[in-house]
């Protein structure tokens, strides 16, 4: 197979984007997307999940590039021991008076690292995004829990609440810290300004040598709108939310239940 000279970063959101709603990859996209990696295109995941819910799809996908977790606070290559692993952690302290804070308003709460999860009661919505099992899970109050500084902190919060200015009033206390909504779902998790998908992406694209203009991007909500607004080419999926089409440069040509990804990159590759 004759290899490119003018490679691709593509970079793909994984829930709602690249996974179907069965949360697999379809088999014709898989496939397509080894052969452009054959071709030195560079595929890259990036997704607010933790790793090791990454690896079943990135061994799939059979690549060997970096991956990006948590949406950017920790993004590192599993093979490649010449990229150096970034990872962003939050001060305990600071998570433990923020929680503290809005206390009355919180249903649950998760920290983790990459080994470690700090959690108020179980939740199976997270669970299934961040897979706790053979994790070292720790369940309590997390001013009594929380050991160690975590790379995310998710915190589960009644519908309302998203309408309200509460949790921007307590973190003007922090001004390196921001709370981001999840699209459709009554959580919300806090990050560094300083993080995103797109900052993640930017050092990959550096390290091989490929510019934002050869830099594609998939995603489906809000937390790609950083990626998007960094990618030369940004594709919203047709199933996206949020308004996050708005800053896209294109639509996808289906939906990621039907080989949009697929159906898209061949057309903007031909």
Request: net charge positive; aromatic share 12%; charged share 25%.
């Amino acid at each position: 197979m004759v290899k490119t000279n003018n490679p691709y970063l593509i970079a793909f959101d994984m829930d709602g984007t690249l996974l179907n709603e069965r949360k697999s990859i379809s088999f014709k996209t898989k496939h397509y997307l080894r052969k452009l990696a054959k071709q030195g295109h560079k595929i890259v995941l990036a997704s607010g999940r933790p790793s090791r819910s990454l690896y079943k799809y990135y061994y799939q996908l059979k690549i060997d590039t970096p991956m990006i977790c948590y949406n950017g606070a920790y993004y590192f290559s599993p093979f490649d021991k010449d990229f150096k692993p970034v990872a962003f952690e939050f001060p305990r302290n600071i998570i433990i008076d923020i929680i503290d804070k809005i206390k009355p308003h919180v249903k649950n709460v998760m920290c983790e690292t990459d080994d470690e999860i700090w959690v108020d009661k179980e939740d199976p919505t997270l669970d299934k995004f961040f897979w706790y099992k053979g994790m070292n899970v720790h369940i309590g109050e997390l001013k009594d829990i929380l050991t160690k500084d975590p790379m995310t902190c998710i915190v589960q919060t009644p519908f309302e609440y998203r309408e309200t200015k509460e949790i921007e009033k307590v973190l003007e206390k922090y001004p390196q810290i921001a709370s981001r909504f999840w699209t459709g779902l009554p959580y919300f998790e806090l990050h560094y300004k300083t993080t995103s998908k797109a900052t993640a992406l930017k050092a990959i694209g550096d390290y091989y040598g490929i510019p934002r203009e050869r830099t594609i991007a998939f995603g489906d909500s809000t937390n790609d709108i950083e990626m998007f607004q960094y990618a030369g080419t940004a594709v919203a999926m047709k199933n996206a939310k949020g308004g996050i089409d708005q800053i896209a440069t294109t639509i996808s040509v289906k939906d990621n239940d039907h080989n949009g990804i697929y159906h898209t990159l061949k057309k903007l590759l031909k």
